[in-house]
């Protein structure tokens, strides 16, 4: 028969750490005068803005759904040219404000960024291009990333996670980043999850997934945010983890009773008093007035109900004097390492 693992509508989901994190920029303000003075000499453009192999100056027009936008390198200076979506470009006006005192408008339509909303952008570029390594990673230098170049970036983390249930019947689920910035290749891990979805094939794609993905432009990619690229929310894919880890778990160590199948609270409830936790009985006590519905139990609820037992279990408690008949098994099972 097979393993189902249940995970309720309301079952609490913690998705903790940091994936990736802006390179720490100088906010750097012009005068519009400076700006003026920038175009009519048109300024270096770094090389690393290319999007094929056309000259910096040369990058390819943008789409009707998006704009070029000019901003500085962080690390050189040289300035970038590169196409962000509409959507992203509306975002930061919004955050920022749309004036021309962020947003100066080129004679060419280009939007060379500026201060505070410079400093964001460049600061994401600088992590994309240099701590992921996606400029280092692009070997023949036109710009795209193939699938082997792409596999040289560090644009992956690993994540490990605790379910904390009683049989198939998951009560709390957590999942928090253990290393950052991995290479896509450098992975052994027994199971991989792409979830960030198809591959950026270059630095302007991945510098809008980001600008996206970065929902409240704190310049950080929190795990939360990173699992949303996939259009997924962090939830579904959690549970997605701990669904297929806890079946892998369970064709390595035989298939898991239901503890709570055809029992009653008040028999738990018996077991649970050998534990001596007045928390746990309290909890109970409020599961016995609603009727046995795990939903009405927040997470600290939930925690200490299955911790509790679990101890019950460690200290090897005396089970002859429960009803004959009943069985308990609780177990923690802790996720197979995840890849993002």
């Not at 230098?141 to 490990?160: A, H, R, V």
């Not at 809008?208 to 894919?237: C, W």
């Not at 738990?268 to 006590?285: F, H, P, Q, R, V």
């Amino acid at each position: 028969m097979k393993n189902v693992v249940k995970i309720g509508f309301n079952t609490p989901i913690q998705a903790i750490g940091t994936a990736f994190s802006a390179m720490k920029t100088e906010v750097h303000k012009q005068m519009k005068e400076e700006l003026v003075t920038e175009e009519a000499n048109i300024g270096q453009m770094s090389d690393v803005s290319k999007l094929s192999k056309t000259s910096a100056v040369e990058a390819l027009s943008p789409s009707p759904n998006e704009q070029t936008v000019i901003f500085a390198d962080p690390i050189n200076g040289n300035l970038v040219k590169l196409n962000l979506s509409n959507e992203n470009i509306n975002k930061l006006k919004k955050h920022f404000g749309g004036g021309e005192d962020n947003f100066y408008e080129r004679k060419d339509r280009t939007l060379r960024l500026n201060g505070e909303v410079e400093a964001h952008v460049s600061g994401w570029f600088g992590d994309i291009a240099y701590k992921r390594e996606f400029l280092q990673a692009d070997a023949d230098k036109d710009g795209k990333l193939s699938k082997e170049e792409y596999n040289n970036t560090k644009n992956e983390f690993i994540g490990q996670g605790e379910a904390h249930g009683v049989g198939e019947n998951i009560i709390s689920i957590k999942e928090q980043i253990t290393e950052q910035y991995v290479s896509v290749s450098a992975s052994t891990r027994l199971v991989k999850y792409d979830q960030t979805g198809k591959q950026s094939s270059s630095i302007e794609e991945e510098l809008n997934r980001t600008l996206k993905a970065n929902s409240n432009i704190d310049s950080y990619i929190s795990l939360q945010e990173a699992y949303s690229v996939s259009g997924k929310k962090n939830s579904e894919v959690i549970s997605a983890h701990a669904k297929k880890a806890i079946a892998h778990d369970s064709v390595m160590h035989g298939k898991r009773d239901n503890p709570f199948k055809d029992k009653t609270l008040e028999e738990l409830g018996y077991y649970l008093e050998k534990t001596d936790s007045k928390e746990a009985t309290k909890i109970l006590e409020k599961l016995k007035v609603a009727n046995g519905d795990e939903s009405t139990l927040n997470m600290d609820e939930r925690e200490v109900l299955g911790v509790e037992i679990i101890k019950a279990q460690e200290r090897k408690v005396d089970l002859s004097a429960i009803k004959e008949g009943i069985k308990v098994s609780v177990e923690t099972t802790r996720f197979i390492d995840v890849k993002g």
